[in-house]
């Protein structure tokens, strides 16, 4: 059969972003966390029989709305994703704010509450049904809680953050909304022009770079006040909690120690020689002295145009791809190119990036891009189904056993990504296409450990100048640049200052530092790889069974449990960065010659 282009939201809500359906569906929401706000105000601990029963009411409205809650967000960000002019949409995004918001506020006072309770009485609840199967993350909030401020006053932090927090996020994605790319007499939007970034025509690469640097840098101090005022209400927030780290609540949401961080980066940077001498390869192969920031993602000369595949080809090469790997997830994923689970069309007005969300409700995801028909294009698709798996394995886990950390998130997807690539390098037609695949797949190592190292660095010393004031736009540029001159190994000829524009992920005020769980991701999901090679397709089962827990453990006790391994030492990281330097090893190998030619 033919797959759809598009995906299909009316089989959640009929009617797009004027749906009455979704507005009855709103309205419950709202009354729900009414009722679940009463019930909390109204529960007065005593550490008796009565408050298990509590617990349990509590337990049961809080499972009903973090689903109702993912359903309706993942319905809005999908509306405002695939048409960014579509006004409505924003409109319900505000809404959804302001219900998150008050939906905190009542999660606040029911971790007050646990906290309320006697140590030994809460633990014999944790040993009772069905409580047991929730002890984790029950003394998860448990211990948070026993950190934050009064109810009232983290109660108006969520309030003040609706329009002093997320309110930034938002007016951040409605400027980008508004940006168009000027090229050969069309204006592109961001996510169409990004594509042009791969063209193999050096002076493509090079008109859209100016034409991306000029368009983003017009709206770059409108970027730094957003940039600024949602750092400088997070700070605050810290210093209210008593934090001095800027790490330590990206760490706590990752479930993640700061030695395992501390460990994946050092030898991230102990290890950039084989990087740097790859992209000094490149640069030979594409005829210059050394590559450029518009460079990057060039297809190598030696290949000439890199082959592509329609939509169609893509999604059977991926799906058989995943067979070989296991049935269940080769299942899933013929589910998901058939039921129109998929946004790829390349048209005007789409978000740039690629996203997967969850319908919790409904037991689907949706997954978002603009598809061209590169092998990067077919890297995301099996990128973003990963993570759509990832939430399939988990749909009859408790909801609160399902919220998974961003850091693992990374890792199913990742891991996907991982059995597509090395298949399209094994199956090239010819040796220049085996190149052209093995140089994409190469990309995707430097893109983690060096782009993402780069985020990383930017944003961690940003958040420590913002401590003594506002950082300036030329002060921005200058963080970004010797950032990335820090994460490439000055292995380039020309860099991207306004990178910290045009990144959404340095805007999302959900969750902070949005950079190194990729890495990490990338990086726990070789070991996972290199187990699912030695063991074929019985391995799917274990597997399954690893991102079942990826709700319920840290992320050393997963690792652990399912991987033998110590993410806090070197080893592991050791291990797995040379792993993915192998890659890197075989380029350089194959176009030795093509350079000696030269």
Known sequence: MSYSLTWDLDVFFEGGSSSQEFETFWNQVEKDILEFDGLIDSWQVKSEEKDAQLLLSAVDLFSTLKYALSQASGFV?????????????????????????????????????????DESFFQDLLKTEPLNELSYILTERRDQAKNKLSVEEESLINQLAIDGYHG?????????????IPFNGEELSVGQASNKFSDADP?????????????????????????????????????KHGRTDVLAEPLEINRMQKETLDSM??????????????????????????????????????????????????????????????????????KAFEDSWIEAEDRPNKRPGGFCTGFPISGQSRIFMTYSGTPSNVSTLA????????????????????????????????????????????????????????????????????????????????????KTGVVSVARLNELMTDAQKEAY?????EYHPGFWSSKLHFYISDVPFYNFPYTFGYLFSLGIYEKALQEGKGFEEKYMALLRDTGSMNVEDLAGKHLGVDLSGRTFWENAVSTCLKDIEEFLEITNPLVKEA
Not at 489 to 493: F, K, N, Q, V, Y
């Open 77 to 117: 960000s999908c509306l405002g994703a695939q048409d960014m002019t579509d006004t409505k949409a924003r409109e319900w995004e505000a809404a959804l704010t302001t219900g998150y918001a008050a939906f905190d506020n009542v999660l606040t006072k029911m971790d007050q509450k646990l906290v309320e309770l």
């Open 168 to 180: 930034w996020s938002q007016l951040y994605d409605t400027i980008v909304a508004t940006i168009k």
């Open 203 to 239: 002076q493509v690469r090079k008109q859209i770079f100016a034409a991306w640097e000029q368009a983003w840098g017009e709206k770059s101090e409108l970027f730094a006040k957003a940039l600024n005022h949602m750092a400088g209400f997070r700070l605050s927030v810290y210093e």
């Open 265 to 334: 980066w050092g030898v991230i940077a102990d290890n950039k020689e084989p990087l740097v001498k790859f992209l000094n390869r490149k640069a030979e192969l594409l005829g210059v002295e050394r590559l450029s920031w518009a460079d990057l993602d060039a297809p190598i000369a030696a290949t000439g145009k890199s082959s592509k595949m329609s939509y169609q080809e893509g999604a059977e090469f991926i799906t058989k791809q995943f067979g070989k790997f296991g049935s269940e997830l080769a299942a899933f994923t013929q």
């Open 383 to 466: 990128h973003e189904l990963g993570h759509a798996f990832h939430s399939h394995t988990l749909k009859e886990t408790h909801p609160l056993n399902s919220g998974y950390a961003m850091n693992v998130a990374e890792t199913a997807s990742t891991f996907a990504e991982m059995i597509v690539a090395d298949a399209s390098v094994k199956e090239a037609g010819s040796e220049s296409e085996k190149l052209a695949l093995l140089e994409d797949k190469i990309q995707r190592t430097v893109a983690l450990l060096m782009n993402i190292h780069a985020r990383f660095l930017f944003e961690t010393r940003f958040y420590e100048e913002r």
């Open 489 to 493: 190994g000055e292995a380039l000829s």
